[in-house]
C-alpha cells in the first residue's frame, strides 16, 4: 500500500461524480446487502460504494475492491484508523467524497434547490426566531447554513432529526458549535457550478480544500 507525503496528508482529497448509475466495482457483502435494499437506495448504495473505491484506490495504489472499507447503508463509511478517515453525500445527480487523515464531514446541494426556506429555517434551525420576523435571509443562505450542518452532523456521525436544532451555524467566523457535545468546529464551502459544497472539521488551521477529481466536463 502507497504512504503519502506529509504534504498529500494536509489537504482534503475531494472528488465529485456525477450519478450515472454504476455499479461496476463491488464486494460480494455489497451485491448481497442491496439485495435486502429498494431498488432506488441499492442503485445509491452500490454507485457510492464503487465510487468510494475507485477514488481511494488512486491514493493508495490498491485494487479498488481491496480497499477495507465498513460501509453498511444508512452509516457512514469507515476505513481502518491508519488510512484515515472519509465522509461522502449525493443530491439528486452528483456524489461527493472527501478524504482526510483527520475526521471530516462533507455535504453536498444543487443551489437551484426549489424548497420554502424560510419554513425550513422557522422549523429547524437552532436560530428560528432570527427568522420568522427577518425577511432579509436568502434561499442561498439558508441552504448554505443547511449544508454545512449536515456536514457537522456527518462529522459527528449524529442523527439529523435529533441534531439540526442543536447546531450554530457562524458564517462569518466559519465555525459550527453544538453546546450539548461541547463541539466546536470549522467550516470550509465550495461553490462548485451548479451545487455548494460543505466541509466541517476540527482542526485550529483553515483547510484550503479543492475537487481533485470531476466526472463532469463543463
Not at 37 to 50: D, G, H, K, P, V
Not at 91 to 109: L, N, Q
Not at 191 to 213: G, Q
Amino acid at each position: 500500500m502507497k504512504l503519502l507525503n506529509k504534504y498529500e496528508y494536509k489537504i482534503p482529497k475531494i472528488w465529485f461524480y456525477e450519478i450515472k448509475g454504476v455499479q461496476d466495482v463491488a464486494t460480494v457483502k455489497e451485491l448481497e446487502t442491496a439485495k435486502t435494499l429498494s431498488a432506488c437506495r441499492a442503485r445509491i448504495f452500490l454507485e457510492t460504494r464503487a465510487y468510494i473505491r475507485r477514488s481511494l484506490a488512486t491514493i493508495f495504489d490498491l485494487d479498488p475492491l481491496d480497499i477495507p472499507i465498513n460501509a453498511n447503508p444508512g452509516e457512514p463509511p469507515k476505513l481502518p484508523i491508519e488510512m484515515g478517515h472519509i465522509s461522502l453525500s449525493h443530491c439528486r445527480d452528483a456524489i461527493v467524497i472527501v478524504w482526510h487523515k483527520r475526521k471530516i464531514g462533507i455535504d453536498i446541494e444543487r443551489t437551484d434547490r426549489n424548497f420554502n426556506y424560510k419554513k425550513l429555517a422557522c422549523k429547524y434551525f437552532f436560530n428560528a426566531s432570527d427568522f420568522k420576523n427577518n425577511n432579509s435571509f436568502t434561499k442561498t443562505m439558508i441552504l448554505n447554513q443547511w449544508c454545512a450542518i449536515e456536514a457537522a452532523i456527518k462529522w459527528d456521525h449524529g442523527k439529523l432529526a435529533k441534531d439540526i436544532n442543536h447546531w450554530q451555524y457562524f458564517q462569518t467566523n466559519k465555525e459550527l458549535i453544538h453546546k450539548q457535545k461541547n463541539l466546536n468546529l470549522k467550516l470550509a464551502q465550495i461553490n462548485f457550478h451548479h451545487w455548494t459544497i460543505a466541509l466541517a472539521y476540527k482542526e485550529n488551521n483553515s483547510l484550503n480544500p479543492k475537487i481533485i477529481c470531476c466526472s463532469k466536463n463543463f
